[in-house]
């Protein structure tokens, strides 16, 4: 395994590392086989703890581009693995330093950063990919920095864009079908992680079981969560593998919800490996099926 | 072999702190209160929670550094005062007890600040991969400092260690050398913490010196073993995380298996000499 990774890394003409799944899953239908791609958090992990290993040094040493959201959600494992690997390339203001979080309208920004309020990013809600009409804004962004760093394989990362938005167009056009049937159905998720979601496809997402992002959940806090969603009768709470079950599927036998497993990053849900699409596929699947069946009863 | 200027502050590291943490080993395992690194640790975890309850900035201001030491102080002169001569309660029971509340303390207090779990494990959970030169450096004068402590005073320290009733016979003021000695130690782990991470810290402490306990009854012999195993442990931990490619190790967890199969070879040595 490791060693065809090497095998393609040495024939590819951009070695790019991602802090996270999706950038790499981007980069990957961008830049095919010209480009090696990396991802460091595994996509089963939270994205706001990652367990610095040898091999992410290495390969950030080796990088041509570095891609991180930009949005602080890397902010408490990156800046030290960068100071470790002594790479100018991808150090933050090279070219190669890629925030995928620019040019994106992000929400929570708060007014004036102060931590008491449970402003865990203080540039906004880092989970902007969420939502496929952001993913289309980032993909952009990196053939651009593709064809900056390796401009002679220009016309090829601008090939596989164009690939990737007709691709795109398409399933944003199923998926939003597939939605409609439930505008204005509130939600409940465990962090705020699908707000770009649910403001794309019409859902509301204004109920969580942390009660501050980052927070595990109180009993008081749970208690006015079960007390919303009976009385909204919100129908399914979202939780991702690496959040807990337990409190989700406590707060849902309490109230009549469905927990539905979603996932922000290629690989979180089984069958959605390296693919951006198909991970949105699996994720509006499950919650369009989901709410279809809590319609039912 | 340019790569190796990538490991060159976690080699050094390895190779220069772990000194001070093997030779305070020694007392706490002679002392049998093996989990107090670990409670002074969270204590001073605490202290810092404090500090940013109160609106201190994580990395930007000497106030979590001046809590974190203030609660370690706090917490040696607990540990020097529950010190009893033949007690009913062993003192490893208030340790543990201590630890359980200032981890919960430390959840309480942060459930008001909105970077909860994720300052406390920043806190707790140091990876010696990503050390930086200027830690490496200030923590070693830190230690320097501390171990010359130690080095002049060598004498009452041992004794009180390992000779309560001669030191108790000669007048020693025990609650004062047991609050210096906890005092010097907390400050050593909770600087090592953040270098290294829970789980590092407590097996530089202790397997070191059992170790040598099963080797050896001096403790200038202990010590000697203790500094083998240790850097034996640290290198080859590192080395095997850094080029058993195929096997993509994080560094921690492979030293602190290291240890524990140096722990082992040690064992089996004991039982062949006999």
Known sequence: MTSMLFAAAVLANLKVVATTGEYGALASAIGGPR????????????PHFVDAKPSHLVTLNKADVLI????????????????GARNAKILPGSPGHVKAGEGVTLIDVPAALDRSQGDLHGAGNPHFMMDPGNARIVARHLAEVFCAADAGSCADYRTGLAAFE????????AWTARLAPFRGTPITTYHPTWKYFAARFGLVSDVFLEPKPGIPPSPPHLAEVITAMT?????????????????????????????????????????????????????VEAIASALEKAKGR | ???????????????????????????????????????????????????????????HSLLPYAMAVSFTLIGAALFAWTRFRHARVPQEAIIGIVYVVAAAAATLVLSHTAEGDEALKNLLVGNVLLVTKGEVLRTAALFAAIGLVHLLLRRRFLLVTFDEDAARAQGVRLRLWDFLFYATFGITV?????????????????????????LTAGVQARLAIGWAVALVAG????????????????????????????????????????
């Open chain 1, 35 to 46: 480009i090696a791609v990396t991802v460091l958090a595994k996509p089963t992990e939270d």
């Open chain 1, 68 to 83: 991180q959201g930009g949005a602080e959600l890397e902010q408490g494992w990156l800046p030290p693995l960068l100071e």
């Open chain 1, 166 to 173: 007709q691709a795109l167009d398409g399933r944003l056009a």
């Open chain 1, 231 to 283: 009385s909204r009768r919100i129908p399914i709470v979202l939780v991702e593998p690496f959040q807990s079950r337990k409190t989700a599927e406590a707060v849902a036998s309490r109230t009549g919800a469905t927990v539905v497993s979603v996932g922000q990053f290629p690989g979180s849900l089984p069958g959605t490996e390296g693919d951006y699409l198909k991970l949105m596929d699996a994720n």
């Open chain 2, 1 to 59: 072999m340019e790569l190796f200027t990538l490991w060159l502050w976690p080699l050094i590291a390895l190779l220069v702190l772990p000194g001070l943490l093997v030779y305070f080993g020694l007392h706490v395992v002679e002392r049998g209160v093996i989990f107090v690194d670990l409670a002074l640790a969270q204590i001073a975890a605490l202290g810092v929670c404090v500090a940013l309850a109160m609106g201190a900035e994580a990395h």
């Open chain 2, 190 to 214: 909770t600087s090592f913490v953040q270098i290294t991470g829970v789980y590092l810290v407590f097996s530089y402490l202790i397997v070191p010196a059992v170790c040598g306990a099963l």
């Open chain 2, 235 to 274: 290198v080859s931990g590192l080395l095997i995380s850094v080029y058993g490619t195929s096997l993509d190790l994080p560094t921690g967890p492979t030293i602190v298996c290291c240890f524990g199969f140096l722990l082992a070879i040690s064992g089996v040595v004991v039982k062949l000499r006999r």
